[in-house]
């Protein structure tokens, strides 16, 4: 059953359906949760919630559209709401760069012990981002969406998600630690 | 060592951190059941005999409205009047402009139908369209002794009997959802909202609102609280449509029952705004080796217009039957307002086995080890007992699987194109692998809908096959008479 066959099954009141998406969906979006959240317990009530809601209003849902990045853009705004009331909320720095240069050094690391290594970097890289920051690199480079989708799914103008990209890039180069990349 | 996308570094990161694998289907489950209506029966026997009593007078054929003993309440059901609570009196609030008013609350002994309407939302900050919404916590209902219950099922729909929202202008909602596992002896409760659903981004409405609600016995004419049931004597009016897809000696693959009601109208519901039509359908049995599928309904009101529809949830009780249960059963919710009269169509597939042992078997390397979602993009054109297919692509759906849980999927997707509006689904099979399910999207519209000559098989398996592979399709069924019964209802 695939997921338009899915959503034609739950619209008429088949709730097996929602099981069949459940089980599908509940790994990325959990992972994706995790990536904003920094919390898993939390991450899983954020998407546990985030199908409930779905179900709930599954009659508004247009078959014709994909339900992956449909539903996944629902578990980034729930984490972002949820992050709003949580006690647990960090932002110490507003640098979204330190997490690019962490992922573009990942992405080249040689061995697993180093690959690791940078994974826990860039896990605590994350939790130093604001939750809003920590959502631009998670559609972005997680979900892989374009801009112009991360503009529509955030609802802020599409020059402030180039200025969040961009400048990071810029100061890619100065935040490279010394030794960083002396492979 | 391999270069990685960014993509699968952030889900290393993700999974390095993730205590193994969750199973949020358990709890899902949960909160979106409501306790069967047999088991209200089987601890309630005043009512079963209030049902039998019931369904002794649904036989006559008469159409009579229930009386004072029993109502229908959408996610509890038909309950009697003498175990209810409801509220004392409506409580509201207002913050910053907007208005939430809790209007009715209705409580048995275990369950609770709340229903509360939110005004004052202006275009700017309420976007009641999902994912743009982001409140996504649900309202709980809190009672004194410390516990609480959060809501369950339930819908959420625009004031003024709107079906669809209107976003440039904004205004409210009105939203009734059910609680499970209600204190038999509540008298007080705090419906604590943490936010409203709808809002643009988190904080741009009030939030956390606490309303305390007092529950009292029901009142004699609590009755009219509810939503009034009609049973209606099953209609014998149908018109019945028959289209055969132009392929040539399609074979019989009806046989007629001699059933004279193909579908019928039982029941329907004076749901406020909307009414809830139920019935049963009994379309004529396939031929001993044919097969029958629903396709879908079509509702059109006196002028030809397409009416939307909702469909109940499956679990609803409607008189001790659920969809869930009782695959005859069937149920749509429309809005008060079409033109008159409402044509009720009923659209069902009849397909027939192709007489041939042809099969067709292409190689396919999945490689080592497929990766979720890794898409194949195989193009392949093939004939099967002379039908012309096109494999378009294959997909691995491959989550780790923990043997004897739900969790974790081993399987292939395969998706097909035809321009042969004959060609109905086949068998997919991996060749010396056993699957554990299989399930099918045949190509069953009729030819002009926007589905059709789409086909999908899924085929998941103990663990994902791997490598080299023989793939074989088989068993071609092809679509017979489309069959529509159409019925009319006056309001």
Same mark, same amino acid.
């Given at each position: 059953m695939d997921d338009s066959h899915a959503i034609r099954r739950l619209k008429r009141g088949e709730v097996g359906a929602l099981e069949t998406l459940v089980l599908r969906y509940q790994e990325k979006a959990i992972r994706t949760a995790f990536l904003i959240t920094q919390d898993e317990p939390l991450a899983q009530d954020v998407v546990q919630e985030t199908f409930i809601q779905m179900y709930r209003h599954i009659?508004?849902?247009?078959?014709?559209?994909?339900f992956e990045p449909y539903f996944l853009r629902s578990v980034v705004n729930a984490c972002l709401n949820a992050l709003k009331t949580s006690a647990k909320q960090i932002s110490l720095?507003?640098?979204l760069s330190q997490v690019e240069s962490l992922l573009s050094q990942a992405a080249s690391a040689e061995t697993e012990v180093e690959g690791r290594q940078f994974r826990a970097e860039i896990l605590s890289a994350l939790s130093r981002l604001k939750p809003r920051q920590r959502v631009v690199v998670v559609q972005r480079y997680?979900?892989?969406?374009?801009e112009k989708e991360m503009s529509a799914a955030l609802d802020i103008p599409a020059g402030t998600v180039k200025w969040l990209l961009n400048g990071a890039r810029t100061k890619l180069r100065a935040l490279l630690g010394p030794g960083r990349r002396a492979k | 060592m391999k270069q990685k996308s960014y993509r699968e570094i952030l889900d290393s990161v993700a999974s390095d951190s #993730? +205590?193994?694998?969750?199973?949020l289907w358990p709890r899902i489950a949960a909160q979106v059941e409501r306790k069967s209506f047999m088991k209200t029966l089987r601890t309630r026997p005043l009512m079963a005999i209030v049902l039998a009593l019931l369904i002794l007078l649904a036989l006559t054929g008469v159409a009579y409205a229930i009386g004072k003993s029993l109502g229908y309440i959408p996610g509890i059901g038909m309950v009697e009047t003498s175990s209810l609570r409801v509220l004392a009196e409506q409580v509201s609030q207002t913050r910053d402009g907007v208005t939430v008013t809790v209007e009715k609350a209705i409580l048995n002994a275990d369950n609770a139908l709340i229903v509360l309407k939110v005004e004052g939302l202006s275009h700017d900050k309420f976007v009641p369209l999902e994912p743009l919404n982001t409140c996504i916590s649900t309202e709980e209902l809190r009672f004194l002794s410390g516990g609480y219950v959060k809501s369950g099922s339930g819908t959420t729909k625009p004031l003024?009997?709107?079906?669809? &929202?209107d976003t440039s202008v904004g205004g409210g909602f009105e939203s009734s959802y059910t609680y499970t596992h209600?204190?038999?002896?509540?008298?007080d409760a705090t419906l604590f909202i943490p936010c409203i659903w709808g809002? #643009?981004?988190?904080?741009i409405l009030p939030e956390n609102w606490e309303l305390p609600l007092h529950f009292v016995p029901a009142p004699p004419?609590?009755?009219?609280?509810m939503m009034p049931v009609t049973e209606i004597a099953?209609? =014998?009016?149908f018109q019945t449509a028959t289209t055969v897809p132009n392929? +040539?000696?399609?074979?019989?693959?009806?046989?007629? =029952?001699?059933?004279?009601?193909p579908i019928t109208l039982t029941q329907v519901i004076e749901a406020g705004d909307s009414y809830i039509l139920v019935g049963e359908d009994y379309p004529p049995a396939p031929s001993q080796s044919g097969d029958g599928q629903l396709v879908d309904w079509i509702l059109t009101d006196g002028n030809g217009e397409k009416v939307d529809y909702q469909v109940p949830?499956?679990?609803?009780d409607f008189g001790g039957r659920t969809m869930l249960a009782d695959k005859k059963l069937w149920a749509v919710q429309v809005a008060r307002? &079409?033109?008159?009269p409402l044509h009720i169509t009923h659209r069902y597939r009849y397909v027939f086995p192709v007489d041939s042992q042809d099969t067709y078997g292409f190689e396919f390397d999945a490689g080592a080890n497929p990766q979720q979602d890794?898409?194949?993009?195989?193009?392949q054109e093939f004939q099967l007992a002379g039908h012309q297919v096109r494999l378009t692509t294959i997909t691995a759906d491959n989550t780790p699987v923990i043997t004897g849980t739900p969790i974790g999927v081993a399987g292939y997707w395969f998706r097909f194109e035809t321009d042969d509006p004959a060609v109905n689904s086949f068998t997919v099979s991996i060749d010396g692998y056993i699957p554990k399910k299989q399930q099918s999207t045949p190509?069953? &519209?009729?030819?002009?809908?926007?589905?059709?000559g789409q086909l999908v098989e899924y085929l998941t398996y103990p663990e994902l096959p791997t490598g080299k592979l023989k793939v074989i399709f088989s068993n071609l069924f092809l679509n017979g008479e489309l069959r529509s019964w159409t019925m009319e209802w006056q309001p």
């Open positions: 009659g508004q849902f247009d078959e014709a559209c994909a720095d507003d640098d997680y979900l892989e969406m374009s | #993730l +205590e193994g694998q969750a199973d003024n009997g709107a079906m669809v &929202f209600i204190p038999s002896d509540a008298a809002a #643009l981004s988190p904080g004419d609590a009755a009219l609280t099953p209609s =014998t009016n392929v +040539e000696s399609t074979p019989s693959s009806v046989v007629n =029952t001699g059933s004279t009601k949830p499956a679990d609803m307002g &079409f033109a008159p890794q898409v194949w993009n195989v193009n190509n069953n &519209f009729a030819e002009g809908d926007s589905l059709a």
